[in-house]
T-cell receptor
Framework: DAEITQSPRHKITETGRQVTLACHQT?????MFWYRQDLGHGLRLIHY???????NKGEVSDGYSVSRSNTEDLPLTLESAASSQTSVYFC?????????????FGQGTRLTVV | GESVGLHLPTLSVQEGDNSIINCAYS??????FIWYKQESGKGPQFIID?????DKRQGQRVTVLLNKTVKHLSLQIAATQPGDSAVYFC??????????????FGTGTRLQVTL
C-alpha cells in the first residue's frame, strides 16, 4: 500500500546543530509539504514543493530549508537548531486530479532543541 | 491575507448527541475543503472533503456543509461517540496551476465527548 513516512519519530538535538528530518512518500504525488504544529497555532506551513527541483517558502520558513531531488522525498533541514524550533513536524503529500485532491500526512516527528 | 479559522477552540458534547464544528475561511479562490481529525500523537487523518461547487456532502455519520456566501464551513458528526474525541481541523486547498495546490489549516477545535 502507498504511504508517507517520516523519520525519526523523535529527535533531541542541541542548539546550533544542523538537523535533517526525512519524509518519504510512495503515492507518487507531486505536491509535498512540511508543517510545524505548536499549541495554539495549529499547522503552519514551513516549505512546500510542487515537483522535482521545485521548492517554495511557507509562512514560517526562516531557519529551515528543503530540497527536492526526486518525487518521493522532501527532507527538511534546520541549518542551526534553535529552541524556538522545538515542535512537532508533519510532512504531507497531495495531488489534484480531475477536480479532486487527495492529501495524506505522515505520523509526525517530535523535535526537541535543548 | 489568506486565512482559515475556527469559531470554537473546545467543544464538549455528550455521547449520542450530534456535534457541529465550524470553520471560517477568507480566500474565495479556494476550490476544495477538507476536514481532518487528529488524535493524540498521530498525524491528521482525512475525514471528508467538499468541492467548492457543492454545498453539502455526506459520509458515514459525518456531513460537511459549505456556505460560500459567508465563507463558512461546518462539520456535523451524528451520534457522537467517545472515539470521536480528537482535534478537528478544516483546511482549504488553493489550486495554483495544473496539479499544484497548497493546503492551509485553521487552528483546530478540540472535541471532548462526555459519557
Amino acid at each position: 500500500d502507498a504511504e508517507i513516512t517520516q523519520s525519526p519519530r523523535h529527535k533531541i538535538t542541541e542548539t546550533g546543530r544542523q538537523v535533517t528530518l526525512a519524509c518519504h512518500q510512495t503515492w507518487n504525488h507531486n505536491n509535498m509539504f512540511w508543517y510545524r504544529q505548536d499549541l495554539g497555532h495549529g499547522l503552519r506551513l514551513i516549505h512546500y514543493s510542487y515537483g522535482v527541483q521545485d521548492t517554495n517558502k511557507g509562512e514560517v520558513s526562516d531557519g529551515y530549508s528543503v530540497s527536492r531531488s526526486n518525487t518521493e522525498d522532501l527532507p527538511l533541514t534546520l541549518e542551526s537548531a534553535a529552541s524556538s524550533q522545538t515542535s512537532v513536524y508533519f510532512c504531507a503529500s497531495s495531488e489534484s486530479r480531475d477536480g479532486n485532491t487527495e492529501a495524506f500526512f505522515g505520523q509526525g516527528t517530535r523535535l526537541t532543541v535543548v | 491575507g489568506e486565512s482559515v479559522g475556527l469559531h470554537l477552540p473546545t467543544l464538549s458534547v455528550q455521547e449520542g448527541d450530534n456535534s457541529i464544528i465550524n470553520c471560517a475561511y477568507s480566500n474565495s479562490a479556494s476550490d476544495y475543503f477538507i476536514w481532518y481529525k487528529q488524535e493524540s500523537g498521530k498525524g491528521p487523518q482525512f475525514i471528508i472533503d467538499i468541492r467548492s461547487n457543492m454545498d453539502k456532502r455526506q459520509g458515514q455519520r459525518v456531513t460537511v456543509l459549505l456556505n460560500k456566501t459567508v465563507k463558512h464551513l461546518s462539520l456535523q458528526i451524528a451520534a457522537t461517540q467517545p472515539g470521536d474525541s480528537a482535534v478537528y481541523f478544516c483546511a482549504e486547498n488553493i489550486r495554483v496551476t495544473g496539479t499544484a495546490s497548497k493546503l492551509t489549516f485553521g487552528t483546530g477545535t478540540r472535541l471532548q465527548v462526555t459519557l
